[in-house]
């Protein structure tokens, strides 16, 4: 389940960052690459988010229910 978690975490933020930095709002260096952070933040880290969402709903799904 850990690393369910840091998949989301990991996805889900460098998505979130990679989107600002291309919306101008958070700010881009001097060798800013933008065909590189397009992909970061429309494929690669959506991919991880993806991953990691996938991972925690077939442990979920496969999970041994304890007997009372």
């Known amino acids: 389940m850990a690393g369910a978690a840091v998949l989301v ?3 889900g933020l460098n998505t979130a960052v990679a989107n600002l930095v291309l919306a ?3 700010p881009r ?3 800013f690459d933008r065909a590189g952070m397009v992909g ?9 988010l ?3 969402v996938a991972l925690v709903v077939g442990l979920w799904a ?3 229910r304890r007997s009372s």
């Open 9 to 11: 975490g990991c996805g």
């Open 24 to 26: 101008g709002v958070l």
């Open 29 to 31: 260096g001097d060798d």
């Open 40 to 48: 970061h933040a429309w494929l690669w880290d959506p991919l991880f």
């Open 50 to 52: 993806l991953w990691g």
């Open 62 to 64: 496969t999970r041994q």
